[in-house]
Structures are given as C-alpha cells and as structure tokens.
C-alpha cells in the first residue's frame, strides 16, 4: 500500500502544521500503519545547517547525519517511522541537483525549467521516501509556508501532479487553516474560504480541512466552511485551542475521527485504534503535582524554538517523574555579568519567587562561540559546588570539563581551543582532521555514533545498556591529552566510543547528579517515553528539591 497525505497551510504561519501533520501520523501508527513523514521547505538554504538558531530555531539532527529542519522534531517525537536526511526536502536541495545534473548535460541541451524539471525533482524525492522501504503504507508530506507564498509554487504543483496522477483514492490533500476571532466570540470563516480558493487556483481541492479555531466549531459554522469550499461536512475537523499539552492533539483529532474519515477517503479497511500510549501519557500529564524549575543557562534565549527538542525533552521526563517542569532562560553572558553567580541563580533569582527558592536543577545545552561561556562554566561551577543537579549536553559537557580544569586542577587559563587558540591548557580541542577543515556546512562529527557507557555510572544507570547509539554535531572533543589528569583528580570519564577513541561522557563524583554527555539524547525524546538521561536528571532533581 503507497498512499500519500499532503498537509498545506493557508490563512497564515504558524498555525501549528507540523503538529496537526504529526497528530495524524500518531492516529495512523495507531491504526497500524506504516508511515513515513516528509517536510518539504521552500527556502533556498540547502539545508538547515548554516541556519542561525536566533532566526530559525534548532538544527535537528537525523541518525545519518542530516541537518534538518526542526519540524523532524516534531515527526520524531509524534510518530516512529525513520526519519534520514531525505525527509528534509529544501529549494536548495532541489536546485541544487537539478543545476549539477544540466551542468552535468544531462538534460541533453533542453531548456531546464521549473516545471518539469523542478517539479520532477521534486517529485521523485518524495517518491524515493516512500519506496526506501517496502514497508511503507503512508507519505505524509508537509508542505511548509503558507499557500500564496512565491516559494511554495513548486512544491504545490509537485503535490497536484502527484494526487492527480495517482489519483483521488490514494493521495489526499489537508489544509489547515485559521478561524479567526472577531469582536464577542464571533467566529469568522471567510479567511479559509479565501485560503481554499488560493489552494484551488494551484489546481488542488482539499479533501479534508482543519481549522485552527479558538472553539471547536458548531455544526453551523462546519456546514458553511464546507458549503464553501466542497469539502465534505465531516471532513472538516477543528484544531482548537488546548490549555494541557500539545500532545493532546491526537486524541482530540480522534474523537472527531480524522483517522477515520482519512482512511475511508484512502480506501484503506477500517482496523483496531490503539492509542493506549497516547492515553497514558495523558493520564501521567494530569497526575503531575508539584513543580521543578530547571534553569537552562544558553546563548539563544530569545527564541524558544532555538532549545526546542531540550524544552519538549525536559516535559517528557517531568511526564515519567509526575512533576511540572519550569523553565528559567538564562542567558549566560548575564552570569558572566553577575557579581555572583547566586543572585542569577540561587534565592531570589526567579522573579516572585521565596528566598530559598533558587533553580532547583541547572541544564546547559549545545552552542557555538565564544559569547558567554565563562557565564556557562559559572554555572556549572555552581550546581557542582552546591550539589544542585546539572545536565551538559554537548557543549554543556565541554563547559563541564573547562570548570574542572580551571577550579578543582587550577589551570586558569583552561579552554576549549574553540574560544581561545592560545591556552596552555586546551582541555577541549578540535581532532587533527578537523584543524584545516573552513567549510561550515556539514563538517562536524555528525549523526549517530554508539557510545560505551562504564559500569556503575549515571551513564549506564539510564540506558540500562552498555552500548547506546546517539547523535552528535560539535567539531571540539574532550582533548585526550589530559584524560590522566582530569580522571585522576576525580572526574569521572564514563562514557566512551567504542574504539575508546573519544570521551563521550564525565560525571562529578560526590554529587547527586552531574552529567555531561557529548551527544544529544533530546533528540530522541517522546512524550510517550522520555530520553533515558533527561528523566533520570528530572528524577534526580525531584529528589533533591524534596530533601532539601
Ligand atoms: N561548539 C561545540 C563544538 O563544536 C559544541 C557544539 C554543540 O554544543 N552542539 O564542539
């Protein structure tokens, strides 16, 4: 079975695509099928990579190596299929190949066009998404901007050459919209009307819609919208505004029945709905009590998507752990700043909050440059000295290791080579192969590696296994150099490649938890099972918020 969905947006951005598209993959899989999910990008970076994280949020990584867009977070925490850096489908990407296959002659002296030569390209990489796996029931493939958008052309035109050739029984189009608000609780419809119009111009009737509305929609209000744009009456759904979780979309798609009324459209037989990981997870959302305030102490704090996969990894964990997770964003170069690092930290840090209410929990995450590391080794310096949990992920580990160099072996001027060439101490440098490399795209350690955790260790204590695959992205490492040193003054080295080749892991001794890995394990988070080391730091931090 090769069926395909394509979700497309209208009205305006961020009406939450990602997660309607995302919701439908979770309803499917719960239908046992298999899907695969695709976003299609129109910018013309090549790929997310060289993106700043100020303007457009995280870089996620795939297991092969891919930088793609933070959307695949999404897909990856809603739904389990593979996700590679072929689902990642960009205008670079497109013009890319098309360019080097006319430079190439390939196209035998023809004019190279947008249509048929973009469109094809287009096309047979979301084709080979599908056909990478004989497995595969369901492509759902989110086309992202809004429709209107110039850049989007392409891709639309792609997804209506596809539906029509392949026809109405195994492609379907979705198209969200929004219901705006007007004065005293008057919803307004027209907007989509207009959106479905603009879809139709591109030669697309959408099969089924879904409204972003305050309120779910009266029956009225459904009759209109679908009078209006022949979109069946059942085939409308809502997509209101929740105050839980996002993760609760699934269930409120199902009880409108999306699935259903989707899998009948795609002439796919009705089977047994398990969402019991869905349910569950909701029932650990409502049994939570309490709340744990982890400051996440980084460089690119004004966005919230530029953390994303840490923030919905450290929800995850407060799901296993029962407990309401807080955010504090505190931009390190505000520690570097302070006089102290309690007053940004300890009593009184938090706005309204009581004396003795300091972070109960400290995570730093990944980041490049220099700005505002000394504010990051603060804090780690901090949650070591005042036993409060700390979690580094990748450079969050790299801070750790500078703190011990500088404060417990003395060495002042210790430093990662990536912020001072000149050190006498560069406890985190980059691997010789990587000292010449000047090309920014796709040049670090990449994607997935297995790491080997030591016996009794946080480490090992979390995956409850010795070999654990993860994904990386950083050029600097642990320098090996002082691995004596460093082990032999007390921290602990616990993690390791398989070849022992490279450091992946250190914990403090004597303390309740203090780990820094050299991998990103947010990236593999679920709401329906938190990443081992993110609910055993939340655990942790639980525990000792409660005997303090
Ligand atoms: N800047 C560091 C490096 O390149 C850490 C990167 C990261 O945290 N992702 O090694």
Same mark, same amino acid.
């Given at each position: 079975?090769?069926?395909?969905?394509?979700?497309?947006?209208?009205?305006?951005?961020?009406?939450?695509?990602?997660?309607?598209?995302?919701?439908?993959?979770?309803?499917?899989?719960?239908?046992?099928?298999?899907?695969?999910?695709?976003?299609?990008?129109?910018?013309?970076?090549?790929?997310?990579?060289?993106?700043?994280?100020?303007?457009?949020?995280?870089?996620?990584?795939?297991?092969?190596?891919?930088?793609?867009?933070?959307?695949?977070?999404?897909?990856?925490?809603?739904?389990?299929?593979?996700?590679?850096?072929?689902?990642?489908?960009?205008?670079?990407?497109?013009?890319?190949?098309?360019?080097?296959?006319?430079?190439?002659?390939?196209?035998?002296?023809?004019?190279?066009?947008?249509?048929? #030569?973009?469109?094809?390209?287009?096309?047979?990489?979301?084709?080979?998404?599908?056909?990478?796996?004989?497995?595969?029931?369901?492509?759902?493939?989110? &086309?992202?901007?809004?429709?209107?958008?110039?850049?989007?052309?392409?891709?639309?035109?792609?997804?209506?050459?596809? &539906? #029509?050739?392949?026809?109405?029984?195994?492609?379907?189009?979705?198209?969200?919209?929004? &219901?705006?608000?007007?004065?005293?609780?008057?919803?307004?419809?027209?907007?989509?009307? #207009?959106?479905?119009?603009?879809?139709?111009?591109?030669?697309?009737?959408?099969?089924?819609?879904?409204?972003?509305?305050?309120?779910?929609?009266?029956?009225?209000?459904?009759?209109?919208?679908?009078?209006?744009?022949?979109?069946?009456?059942?085939?409308?759904?809502?997509?209101?505004?929740?105050?839980?979780?996002?993760?609760?979309?699934?269930?409120?798609?199902?009880?409108?029945?999306?699935?259903?009324?989707?899998?009948?459209?795609?002439?796919?037989?009705?089977?047994?709905?398990?969402?019991?990981?869905?349910?569950?997870?909701?029932?650990?959302?409502?049994?939570?009590?309490?709340?744990?305030?982890?400051?996440?102490?980084?460089?690119?704090?004004?966005?919230?998507?530029?953390?994303?996969?840490?923030?919905?990894?450290?929800?995850?964990?407060?799901?296993?752990?029962?407990?309401?997770?807080?955010?504090?964003? &505190?931009?390190?170069?505000?520690?570097?700043?302070?006089?102290?690092?309690?007053?940004?930290?300890?009593?009184?840090?938090?706005?309204?909050?009581?004396?003795?209410?300091?972070?109960?929990?400290?995570?730093?995450?990944?980041?490049?440059?220099?700005?505002?590391?000394?504010?990051?080794?603060?804090?780690?310096?901090?949650?070591?000295?005042?036993?409060?949990?700390?979690?580094?992920?990748?450079?969050?580990?790299?801070?750790?290791?500078?703190?011990?160099?500088?404060?417990?072996?003395?060495?002042?001027?210790?430093?990662?080579?990536?912020?001072?060439?000149?050190?006498? #101490?560069?406890?985190?440098?980059?691997?010789?192969?990587?000292?010449?490399?000047?090309?920014?795209?796709?040049?670090?350690?990449?994607?997935?590696?297995?790491?080997?955790?030591?016996?009794?260790?946080?480490?090992?204590?979390?995956?409850?296994?010795?070999?654990?695959?993860?994904?990386?992205?950083?050029?600097?490492?642990?320098?090996?150099?002082?691995?004596?040193?460093?082990?032999?003054?007390?921290?602990?080295?616990?993690?390791?490649?398989?070849?022992?080749?490279?450091?992946?892991?250190?914990?403090?001794?004597?303390?309740?938890?203090?780990?820094?890995?050299?991998?990103?394990?947010?990236?593999?988070?679920?709401?329906?099972?938190?990443?081992?080391?993110?609910?055993?730091?939340?655990?942790?931090?639980?525990?000792?918020?409660?005997?303090?």
């Amino acid at each position: 079975m090769n069926k395909y969905i394509f979700v497309s947006g209208g009205v305006c951005s961020s009406l939450g695509k990602g997660v309607a598209a995302s919701s439908l993959g979770a309803l499917l899989e719960g239908r046992g099928l298999n899907v695969r999910m695709i976003k299609c990008d129109p910018y013309i970076n090549v790929d997310a990579g060289t993106m700043s994280p100020y303007q457009h949020g995280e870089v996620y990584v795939t297991d092969d190596g891919g930088e793609t867009d933070l959307d695949l977070g999404n897909y990856a925490r809603f739904t389990s299929g593979p996700l590679t850096r072929a689902n990642s489908i960009t205008t670079g990407q497109v013009y890319e190949s098309v360019i080097r296959k006319e430079r190439e002659g390939r196209y035998l002296g023809r004019c190279v066009q947008v249509i048929p #030569h973009i469109t094809d390209e287009i096309k047979s990489r979301i084709l080979a998404v599908s056909k990478a796996d004989a497995d595969t029931d369901v492509v759902i493939v989110e &086309i992202g901007g809004t429709v209107g958008d110039i850049e989007s052309i392409p891709f639309l035109e792609a997804a209506r050459q596809l &539906i #029509h050739e392949m026809g109405r029984a195994n492609a379907l189009s979705v198209h969200l919209t929004l &219901i705006p608000e007007v004065g005293e609780g008057e919803l307004k419809t027209k907007p989509t009307q #207009h959106s479905v119009k603009s879809m139709q111009e591109q030669g697309i009737q959408p099969d089924v819609l879904i409204c972003r509305a305050p309120v779910p929609l009266d029956e009225a209000t459904r009759r209109k919208i679908a009078l209006f744009t022949n979109v069946a009456n059942e085939a409308v759904f809502t997509s209101y505004n929740v105050d839980t979780t996002i993760y609760e979309v699934p269930l409120i798609f199902f009880n409108q029945k999306l699935d259903q009324v989707v899998l009948k459209r795609l002439g796919v037989e009705s089977r047994h709905a398990n969402l019991k990981p869905w349910y569950s997870m909701m029932e650990r959302f409502q049994a939570r009590s309490g709340t744990v305030r982890i400051g996440i102490v980084g460089k690119y704090m004004d966005l919230h998507d530029s953390y994303k996969s840490v923030f919905e990894a450290l929800f995850h964990a407060g799901l296993e752990s029962r407990v309401a997770v807080e955010l504090v964003k &505190i931009d390190s170069s505000r520690l570097e700043d302070a006089e102290d690092a309690d007053t940004v930290l300890g009593a009184n840090a938090v706005e309204g909050a009581s004396k003795e209410d300091g972070v109960d929990g400290i995570l730093v995450p990944g980041g490049f440059g220099q700005r505002g590391i000394n504010g990051m080794v603060k804090a780690a310096a901090w949650a070591r000295t005042h036993k409060i949990p700390y979690f580094g992920i990748c450079l969050g580990m790299q801070i750790m290791v500078i703190d011990w160099a500088r404060n417990i072996l003395g060495w002042e001027d210790a430093d990662s080579t990536e912020f001072n060439q000149d050190t006498k #101490h560069p406890v985190v440098s980059l691997l010789e192969d990587q000292v010449d490399v000047k090309n920014y795209g796709g040049t670090m350690r990449l994607g997935k590696w297995d790491s080997v955790a030591e016996p009794d260790s946080r480490f090992f204590e979390a995956y409850k296994e010795k070999t654990v695959s993860e994904r990386h992205r950083h050029r600097y490492e642990f320098a090996n150099t002082f691995r004596d040193e460093m082990a032999g003054s007390g921290l602990r080295l616990t993690g390791f490649t398989a070849d022992k080749s490279l450091v992946e892991a250190v914990e403090w001794p004597d303390h309740p938890w203090g780990v820094g890995v050299q991998f990103h394990p947010e990236f593999k988070s679920k709401p329906t099972a938190a990443a081992p080391l993110f609910r055993d730091f939340i655990a942790a931090v639980k525990k000792v918020k409660e005997h303090k």
